[in-house]
C-alpha cells in the first residue's frame, strides 16, 4: 500500500479528530504540523507525530509531505488552500470553503489554474446511514421524490468567541444540511426561504445571529427540502433524515452508546442517551472520508466532493442568511 505523508495546517479541535484518523489509517503518516505559533504546532506533533513547524512555506515544501489537510479557522482556508495548490499538493480542507461568496470564487478559480486532487470535507456523506440512503435515492429506489427532511440540533451553543467568528449559523452549521439535501436530491434549488430566531442565549442575537431556524428550499424538479436547525437540544445530538417519494419513506435515526431497548407490560423504555455531539455521532465518517481522499490521490482520480460542491453550499448557505433577514424568499441563479 502506497503510504502517503500529510501536512497538518492548524492545531485547534479538528487537529484532534484528524491526528487520531490519520495514525490508524495504513496509507497515511503526520509528517508535519504547521501553525503560525510555533508551540502550538509543537504539541500537536508530540501527540500524534511528525515535525512541528511554523513557517508554512518550510511545512508545504516538507520532503515527507505528499498532501495537505487544511483545518485552520473557517476564514482562513482560502489562503492555505491556495498556497497549498500552488505548491502542486493534492488538498483536503475542512469546510466551509470560505465565509465569502467572492473568496470561494478566488478558491475556485485558483484550482482551475492549479489543478490538484482537492477535496472539501462534508463529513456527513461519509456516514454509513446517510450514503445509503444517498445512494436509494439516487438509483430511484423511492421513485419520484416529493420531500427532504433534515433534523439537525445541537445540545448547546458554542463560545461566543467561536459564534462571532464562524460566519453566521446559516455558514457554520445548516451548510452541512444544504450540501447533504443536494447531493441526496442531485439538484441544486431554484429558490430559497429561511427564517431564525434567537431563543437560547440573548448574546447570540446581539451579535446579529441566530439559534434557531427553519429553511426551504425548492428544487427545480418539484421536490421541496425543510431543514430545522437548533443550537439547544436537552436531549443531546439530534441527527435524522427523511426522504419521502412515491414508493414509499426512508429514514435515518439518532444513534446511541448502547441500542438495547427493554420492552415489558408498561412501557417500551430506552435507556441509553443519544451521541453527545458531532465528534461522537460523526466518529467513523471522519475516518471514511479520509479514505475516500487517500484513494482518489492514489488511484489518480478526483475526489467525490469538490470545490464546486462547496462554493454552491456557501452560495445557498448565504442566500438563507438574506432571506432569514429579509423576510423574503430568494431565487437562486446558477451558470
Given at each position: 500500500?502506497?503510504?502517503?505523508?500529510?501536512?497538518?495546517?492548524?492545531?485547534?479541535?479538528?487537529?484532534?479528530?484528524?491526528?487520531?484518523?490519520?495514525?490508524?489509517?495504513?496509507?497515511?503518516?503526520?509528517?508535519?504540523v504547521f501553525n503560525p505559533n510555533l508551540a502550538s504546532a509543537e504539541r500537536i506533533a508530540e501527540q500524534y507525530g511528525g515535525e512541528a513547524s511554523s513557517d508554512l512555506d518550510h511545512a508545504?515544501?516538507?520532503?515527507?509531505?505528499?498532501?495537505?489537510?487544511?483545518?485552520?479557522?473557517?476564514?482562513?482556508?482560502?489562503?492555505?488552500?491556495?498556497?497549498?495548490?500552488?505548491?502542486?499538493?493534492?488538498?483536503?480542507?475542512?469546510k466551509p470553503l470560505d465565509q465569502s461568496l467572492d473568496r470561494a470564487d478566488q478558491c475556485v478559480a485558483t484550482l482551475k489554474q492549479h489543478p490538484i486532487p482537492f477535496m472539501l470535507a462534508?463529513?456527513?456523506?461519509?456516514?454509513?446511514?446517510?450514503?445509503?440512503?444517498?445512494?436509494?435515492?439516487?438509483?430511484?429506489?423511492?421513485?419520484?421524490?416529493?420531500?427532504?427532511?433534515?433534523?439537525?440540533?445541537?445540545?448547546?451553543?458554542?463560545?461566543?468567541?467561536?459564534?462571532?467568528?464562524?460566519?453566521g449559523y446559516f455558514v457554520d452549521a445548516t451548510i452541512h444540511d444544504i450540501d447533504l439535501m443536494c447531493w441526496i436530491a442531485g439538484e441544486r434549488p431554484s429558490e430559497v426561504f429561511a427564517?431564525?430566531?434567537?431563543?437560547?442565549?440573548?448574546?447570540?442575537?446581539?451579535?446579529?445571529?441566530?439559534?434557531?431556524?427553519?429553511?426551504?428550499?425548492?428544487?427545480?424538479?418539484?421536490?421541496?427540502?425543510?431543514?430545522?436547525?437548533?443550537?439547544?437540544?436537552?436531549?443531546?445530538?439530534?441527527?435524522?433524515?427523511?426522504?419521502?417519494?412515491?414508493?414509499?419513506?426512508?429514514?435515518?435515526?439518532?444513534?446511541?452508546?448502547?441500542?438495547?431497548?427493554?420492552?415489558?407490560?408498561?412501557?417500551?423504555?430506552?435507556?441509553?442517551?443519544?451521541?453527545?455531539?458531532?465528534?461522537?455521532?460523526?466518529?467513523?465518517?471522519?475516518?471514511?472520508?479520509?479514505?475516500?481522499?487517500?484513494?482518489?490521490?492514489?488511484?489518480?482520480?478526483?475526489?467525490?466532493?469538490?470545490?464546486?460542491?462547496?462554493?454552491?453550499?456557501?452560495?445557498?448557505?448565504?442566500?438563507?442568511?438574506?432571506?432569514?433577514?429579509?423576510?423574503?424568499?430568494?431565487?437562486?441563479?446558477?451558470?
Amino acid at each position: 500500500m502506497q503510504t502517503l505523508g500529510i501536512a497538518l495546517l492548524g492545531c485547534g479541535r479538528m487537529a484532534h479528530v484528524y491526528g487520531p484518523k490519520i495514525n490508524t489509517h495504513p496509507g497515511l503518516r503526520l509528517s508535519v504540523v504547521f501553525n503560525p505559533n510555533l508551540a502550538s504546532a509543537e504539541r500537536i506533533a508530540e501527540q500524534y507525530g511528525g515535525e512541528a513547524s511554523s513557517d508554512l512555506d518550510h511545512a508545504l515544501s516538507h520532503p515527507g509531505a505528499d498532501v495537505v489537510l487544511v483545518a485552520t479557522p473557517a476564514n482562513t482556508h482560502l489562503e492555505y488552500v491556495i498556497a497549498s495548490a500552488k505548491a502542486g499538493k493534492p488538498t483536503f480542507c475542512e469546510k466551509p470553503l470560505d465565509q465569502s461568496l467572492d473568496r470561494a470564487d478566488q478558491c475556485v478559480a485558483t484550482l482551475k489554474q492549479h489543478p490538484i486532487p482537492f477535496m472539501l470535507a462534508f463529513n456527513r456523506r461519509f456516514d454509513p446511514d446517510i450514503a445509503a440512503l444517498q445512494k436509494t435515492v439516487r438509483d430511484g429506489g423511492l421513485g419520484q421524490l416529493s420531500f427532504l427532511m433534515s433534523t439537525s440540533r445541537e445540545p448547546a451553543p458554542p463560545p461566543m468567541s467561536y459564534v462571532k467568528s464562524s460566519g453566521g449559523y446559516f455558514v457554520d452549521a445548516t451548510i452541512h444540511d444544504i450540501d447533504l439535501m443536494c447531493w441526496i436530491a442531485g439538484e441544486r434549488p431554484s429558490e430559497v426561504f429561511a427564517a431564525g430566531s434567537c431563543l437560547t442565549d440573548p448574546e447570540i442575537g446581539e451579535a446579529g445571529d441566530c439559534d434557531t431556524t427553519m429553511t426551504t428550499l425548492k428544487m427545480p424538479s418539484g421536490c421541496l427540502v425543510h431543514i430545522n436547525n437548533s443550537r439547544r437540544c436537552a436531549y443531546g445530538f439530534d441527527q435524522r433524515i427523511e426522504a419521502f417519494g412515491e414508493a414509499g419513506l426512508l429514514q435515518t435515526t439518532n444513534q446511541r452508546d448502547e441500542n438495547l431497548v427493554r420492552w415489558g407490560a408498561d412501557a417500551t423504555e430506552v435507556h441509553a442517551p443519544l451521541k453527545h455531539f458531532f465528534l461522537e455521532r460523526y466518529d467513523a465518517s471522519f475516518s471514511i472520508a479520509l479514505d475516500e481522499f487517500y484513494c482518489a490521490v492514489t488511484e489518480g482520480r478526483d475526489p467525490s466532493c469538490t470545490v464546486q460542491d462547496g462554493r454552491d453550499a456557501l452560495a445557498i448557505a448565504l442566500a438563507c442568511d438574506q432571506s432569514r433577514k429579509t423576510g423574503s424568499a430568494v431565487k437562486m441563479e446558477w451558470s
